[in-house]
């Protein structure tokens, strides 16, 4: 039993919308559930291995190892030294892993497979063709990746292990993240 539904742009989804049932088929779980695992995943992360939970940190994880593979001096900087080794910096890797397989898993199993360019995309900034797309995408995710080496944090880590410790530094960089997402969206409705 399922229903086609319109988003908030009049857009149908190029899949009907599950409805009950089982939960890994859902199109959307509830933002209370997921935020209440999430926030439960900082138990094991902090007894296993001692960790808060976070993601941008194991870009430099990988790329410390990778720019060792060119120079193997690049591991005696400081910076790529304290993100080198350990079950810490691996274990964020994993999880970024995990991320990418989960995101995959729930698209099959919900249905919510679309194409490779969203219509909202299309409307908001002239985008049609995957390649274009897939530039854009590249360049904000690597203004995204320097923000939060710059910020020492991305939205994982300090908003959710931040906030939960109630970390000064967290609480500024959440309210300047939600202030440029802000911002950012209001641009894009413009357009």
């Known amino acids: 039993m399922s229903q ?17 049932g089982d939960a890994l088929r859902r199109r959307a779980w509830s933002p209370y ?9 900082q138990v094991p992360a902090f ?13 430099v994880t990988l790329g410390g190892h990778i720019a060792a593979w060119f120079d193997p001096g690049a591991m005696d900087t400081a910076y790529f030294a304290a993100h080198a080794a350990g079950a810490k910096n691996w274990w964020q890797v994993a ?4 991320i990418g397989i989960g995101a995959f898993a729930s698209a099959r199993f919900s249905g919510t497979r679309r194409g490779a360019v969203a ?12 390649a274009p ?8 995710g690597f203004v995204l990746l320097f923000g939060a080496r710059l910020a020492n944090g991305c939205t994982s880590g300090h908003g959710v ?18 202030a440029a997402g802000i911002a950012a969206a209001m641009l894009m409705r413009r357009v």
Do not use: E, K
Not at 4 to 20: M, N
Not at 95 to 98: D, E, Q, R
């Open 95 to 98: 999880l970024v892993i995990g």
């Open 47 to 59: 007894l296993l291995v001692n960790t808060a939970l976070g993601a941008s940190s194991s870009f």
């Open 133 to 140: 797309r897939a530039a854009m995408a590249f360049a904000g």
């Open 33 to 41: 559930a997921a935020g209440i695992l999430i926030g439960l995943l």
């Open 4 to 20: 086609t539904r319109t988003d908030a742009h009049g857009l149908a989804p190029t899949c009907p919308v599950r409805q009950g």
């Open 119 to 130: 219509p909202v995309w299309r409307r908001a900034v002239g985008i049609s063709g995957f």
């Open 161 to 178: 292990s931040g906030l939960a410790q109630l970390a000064v530094s967290s609480m500024v960089a959440v309210a300047a993240m939600f």
